[in-house]
């Protein structure tokens, strides 16, 4: 019997930690997803039934993930790829403009694709910032900084929810179905 509760103890910590994992890390997939044509509108319920609920409280209620957190370190280590928007598959940034601030969220010195990308004012908690979405979805991504000094081509910093992205390895993309045509050398 004792062992028997023991047993069912750690089963429960096991499914909380795969959980707890769940929610933490940046979704990957190893196809580039279709992309959304047109505006994303979806209810609260909808939303919820998509996402997983630190997706919903980051992308639906402009929430913040942890700084330094797992899915920063799983950042960290990734190599080329695209970054499309958790929510709606919307293309938003490129391993090429990502930059290490080590600021504990990932990072970004522009978008890939700025027309999914869009800004508005944020003077919540009593802060004067500037709010980065989603166009497609008006998913909540993170905040842009201009002006800290980066050495990068924009000096701003899109300082983004890695749980609010999805990650495609481009070693993951399709190969291109024909051979490109031999250009001559002159
Ligand atoms: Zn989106």
């Not at 928007?85 to 978008?111: M, Q, R």
């Not at 050495?151 to 490109?180: H, M, Q, S, W």
């Amino acid at each position: 019997m004792k062992a028997a509760l023991m047993l069912a103890a750690a089963l429960t910590l096991c499914a909380c930690s795969a959980e707890e994992k769940k929610k933490t890390v940046m979704e990957t997939a190893d196809k580039a997803p279709e992309q959304p044509t047109a505006k994303v509108e979806k209810t609260d319920q909808e939303w919820k039934k998509i996402l997983t609920p630190e997706q919903y409280r980051i992308l639906r209620q402009a929430g913040t993930e942890r700084a330094h957190g797992e899915v920063y370190k799983e950042f960290k280590h990734q190599g080329e790829g695209t970054y499309y928007c958790g929510g709606c598959n919307a293309e938003l940034f490129t391993s090429k403009e990502k930059f290490d601030s080590g600021c504990g969220w990932p990072s970004f010195y522009d978008p890939s694709k700025a027309k999914n990308v869009v800004t508005r004012d944020d003077f919540s908690g009593g802060m004067v910032r500037t709010e980065v979405l989603c166009a497609k979805c008006d998913g909540h991504l993170g905040h842009v900084f201009k002006g800290e000094g980066f050495d990068t081509p924009t000096d701003k910093r899109y300082c983004i929810n890695g749980v609010a992205l999805k990650f495609v390895p481009a070693a993951a993309a399709p190969a291109p179905a024909k051979e490109e045509p031999k250009v001559e050398k002159k």
